[in-house]
């Protein structure tokens, strides 16, 4: 961190700094017609001082390694954060005008098509999460030196996802991490809970671990005083508790409720509020000089291939054990592998990783949420995150789901447990819409491993493919199909039985899949030959071999899935093939499942051999 700049000169630049920010904010705001410029004033002072004041980094190069980093939690405020980037030089603050238009990736919030921006944000609640992930990364992988500064509204601190963040942050002593929180009392319909209690937002912050500062959010001095003290505080975060006004600077909406959201219409005005900001300028500042960061170590990043799977066909291997044993060849591997739990890791198997390489193992804990922000943090900073938990609780975390495919975020989901095929355990721990979940979002790769041969080569594939990647595992043991020389590609399918009198074309994966093969062995013992096909790859989907063996098999198709109807493995077949005509006959779970042992559920929920054959011999009658 750059020295407390105290001198009466610097701290007058530093305040015209502020000032140029809100003026931008409201110029932008106004020729956009929408936006947040209340927001962007409340935090002018302490982007001022962060940018100006605190902060390592290139102006003209937001990626330089070792720089100090900035979330911008409240991404409502975006117009403040692409204002301060061009006052420091990063592009013309003529394009500051260009806000919330087509052909401008200045969007009404921040996503990463800008290169100073790490994680997309606006949904509130995953800026502290996302920065945590940076921090881990620099403290305990890459060993930098870098801070990470994360500013947050107070209403969005009531987030559970926060206080999630709160405590793993405390628990990994991350002093290398800031918060901040822009306490300008006001939300976007009423008041805050706490509106000005500092107190109290101090009581709450200090009881979870963290040091805790109450400062003036619009004294610059105290400001810079703060970061100061925040920089030299270890073994735990800090979190700057700012009070301040919203539309600060501006007096016909400073501290006025009603304002959120609104931009200053343009004309008379915004012509008015604009006077008054230039009016606050002041003279006899000096210019700043921003602090560059200092050259981190070079850390390893080339990967190598991995041994081949240890399975023989034949032998029995749950495809979460496979995802187990493949992660932790890949952490051999790769250096840039890391891992994820949210306590389940003895269930999902990350424990062989954690134990082998516990510096790029982090546990969560059961705060899903964070563990999502987290793994989203840790791939901003060029780390390949594998992130493991049964697949229902992925449910929880969603929303971070959503705004990482946004980001385009290069981390890997891999959710175990899927099915009513679990058993014992109920309806609670079954995934069951998972599929459904990870295809909805654009970019989002979803893979459905059968056995611990294809589990292992797509834990590689999901490594090698740049952007989010989804990988179905189940629970239960099954037969080893394929030999360690298989190969396997996204989008690719395998063709397990065909000849050519087939009637039927059966698709399934998973513990369907085997389910299939069952079937297909009672009906060509009844005289009807099927063709079967494991469908590893849901998105992309093998189009190509589904509409062959459709078109081969008189157009008949039946999909075979452990998920409920909508959403699933047969929706995606149907999309691939519905369009050129092709009729797809779906089983699948479609009523809330029950406890049972999991041979009862898969017959019980009509997804078993017995179904199959009842199914194919209706479709081909």
Known sequence: MASPATSPAMLTELHNKATHLRIESVKATSEAGSGHPSSCCSAADIVAVLFFSVMRYDPKNPKTPNSDRFVLSKGHAAPLL????????LFPKSELLKLRTLHSDLEGHPTPRLSFVDMAT????????????????????????????????DGESVEGSVWEAADLARQHKLDNLCAIIDVNRLGQSDPTMLQHDM?????RWSGFGWHAIVVDGHDISALVAAFDEASRTKGKPTILLAKTY?????????????????PIPKGEDTQKALAELNGQLKPNGTPVSIAKPSAPAPHPTAATALPPPPYKIGEAAATREAFGIALEALGGANPSVVALDADVKNSTYTDKFGKKFPNRFFENFIAEQNMLGAAAGLAACGKIPFVATFAAFFSRAYDFVRMAAISQ??????????GVSIGEDGPSQMGLEDIAMMAAQPGVTVLYPSDGTCTYRLVELAAQHKGMVYIRAGRPKSPVLYGAQESFQIGGSKVLRQSASDALTIVGAGVTLFEALKAYDQLKAAGIMVRVIDLYSIVPIDQTTLLDSARATHGRLLTVEDHYAHGGLGDAVLSAVGPEGIKVHKLAVRSIPHSGKPE??????????????????????
């Open 82 to 89: 692409y204002a301060a980037w061009a006052e420091a030089g």
């Open 122 to 153: 606006g949904s509130l609640g995953q800026g502290l999460p996302v920065g945590i992930g940076i921090a881990l990364n620099a403290k305990y992988v890459d060993a930098l030196d870098h801070r990470t500064y994360v500013l947050m509204g």
């Open 199 to 203: 107190a109290m937002y101090q009581a």
């Open 246 to 262: 919203k539309g600060k600077g501006i007096s016909f909406i400073e501290d006025h409720p009603n304002w959120h959201g609104k």
């Open 409 to 418: 975020s290069n981390i890997k989901l891999v959710g175990t447990h899927v």
């Open 600 to 621: 009862e559920l898969v017959n019980h929920f009509g997804i078993g051999a017995g179904s199959i054959v009842e199914a194919a011999k209706q479709i081909i009658k």
